[in-house]
């Protein structure tokens, strides 16, 4: 696979790739708030079914097959900042709308459904627009040994902002009541903006000159998307990403039901073993961050092995608890430690991952970098979109199927997901062993079809450009 990068000569410092990181943080803020607390307030406050909350969610993650147009527009010229903050800017009015639709599902549910579609599409929206410029502009100005702790330090920053947003409004939001909550989302979010702006304020100097400034079929988004896809390494980068995002999403939502079902832990408990995965996958994003730059891998082909290592280490942990869903707790089934592997590969996995395509996203010139971002974005967020539901409805279905209601059926159902989890890492672990490391002729070839009719499929409707 020959690169051809375009990175700087001098790049982002360490203070530059902290403050990218702490608008991470306030993007991942925002976005926990409105998929987890308006979750929340609306199954239980407002007493909705899930299923509604659930689908506003699904199609913020549709909206977001706009990432790749977003990507292509940061790239024609000029600073990707005000694009960040634009997005920053459209997440925040969002997630605004999104809880005053929270509130009106008491009095108008036509309208409040109406409400939540038009903010879950502007929370998409302000995602795939801040979040893939950022990448970009990490692609573009962060020099390659920095990369494995630049990717570590904004996934990690994170997940901090998200914990601490969440803390934050837990408090604030006591005693709960539609005025507060939307006070609150407000507030929360206003403050999002400001701090993003100030992280970003003279940190991007100067104007990028690169071929997409030029004039003619250059600006065209269908021109590029065509020839972005026809790429091989593009391409296949983007199937890979799928896999793995759609193997690492799966089990989000069966993980603690897992544990109270077959393990009789309590809700106190299975929450605590969520807080030991997320444990394993900030060691497993920091293992990856010091030593990816410390110890010299911090290229593609180093990412490779990292990437492969994280997979194929979620898909031992998977067929783990694929092993303790038929065996049961009498066996005496280290679960933790179990599930302390599978965040710990998570991270590993999620960080080389993220810091090859920060190299790969540079690849082959022509300042391609936020149209490569926005098209392996839009497949991360087609797989976490598949990822949690294909997950929860595949376990619903075994259970209802294998045989009477029991534990054994809930242990062969919970053993089937996970070891179908498994599989797709596998795959995934395979795929990995050609990032960076083969010619584009050795790339495994995809279905003309397929790759004709991508292009298409992520072309925004005119609503959107």
Request: with cysteine; net charge neutral; hydrophobic share 55%.
């Amino acid at each position: 696979m020959t690169q051809q990068h375009s990175a700087p000569a001098c790049g982002f410092g360490w203070l530059g790739i902290i403050r990218l990181g702490v608008v991470q943080a306030m993007l991942g803020g925002i976005v926990a708030l409105t998929t987890s607390t308006l979750n929340r307030v609306m199954v239980v406050e407002v007493g909705l079914v899930a299923t509604i909350p659930a689908a506003l969610v699904a199609w913020h993650y549709a909206v977001q097959l706009s990432r790749p147009y977003w990507g292509h527009q940061s790239d024609r010229g000029g600073r990707r900042t005000p694009w960040i903050i634009g997005g920053m800017a459209v997440l925040a009015t969002g997630a605004v709308f999104a809880a005053d639709a929270t509130a009106l599902f008491a009095s108008n549910f036509a309208g409040a459904t109406a409400l939540g579609v038009l903010a879950f599409s502007l929370i998409g929206a302000g995602v795939g627009l801040a979040g893939t410029t950022l990448l970009a502009l990490l692609a573009s100005e962060v020099v390659p040994a920095r990369r494995p702790a630049a990717a570590a330090i904004t996934w990690i920053m994170m997940i901090v902002g998200i914990v601490l947003t969440s803390v934050i409004t837990g408090i604030l939001i006591e005693p709960y009541s539609p005025a507060r909550l939307n006070l609150v989302v407000l507030g929360v979010s206003t403050a999002a903006v400001a701090i993003s702006w100030l992280a970003l304020f003279k940190l991007e100097t100067g104007q990028r000159l690169n071929a997409a400034d030029a004039s003619g079929p250059k600006h065209d988004f269908k021109a590029v998307m065509a020839e972005t896809w026809a790429d091989p390494v593009t391409r296949f980068f983007s199937i890979f990403v799928f896999v793995s995002m759609l193997a690492y999403s799966a089990q989000d939502l069966i993980l603690e039901p897992f544990a109270g079902l077959l393990f009789d832990y309590s809700v106190g408990a299975s929450s605590k073993l969520a807080g030991v995965q997320h444990g394993g996958v900030l060691l497993g994003m920091i293992a990856v961050g010091v030593a990816g730059s410390l110890g010299g891998g911090h290229s593609v082909r180093g990412m490779r092995a990292w990437t492969f290592a994280g997979c194929a280490g979620s898909a031992v942990a998977l067929a783990g608890l694929a092993m303790a869903a038929i065996s049961g707790p009498s066996s005496g089934w280290p679960l933790q430690a179990n599930v302390f592997a599978l965040g710990l590969f998570n991270g590993v996995f999620a960080v080389s991952a993220i810091g090859a395509m920060m190299g790969l996203a540079g690849a082959g010139g022509g300042g391609r970098e936020g149209t490569r971002m926005g098209l392996w974005g839009a497949a991360q967020a087609i797989a976490f979109g598949l990822g949690g539901f294909a997950g929860a409805s595949s376990l619903d279905v075994f259970r209802h199927t294998l045989g009477p209601a029991g534990a054994a059926t809930d242990g062969q159902a919970f053993m089937l997901v996970f070891a179908g989890e498994a599989l797709l890492f596998v795959v995934a672990a395979i795929m990995a062993l050609w990032i960076g490391g083969a010619t584009r002729t050795s790339i495994p070839a995809l279905p003309n079809s397929f790759a004709a009719d991508m292009p298409s499929v992520l072309n925004p409707a005119p609503s959107q450009q």
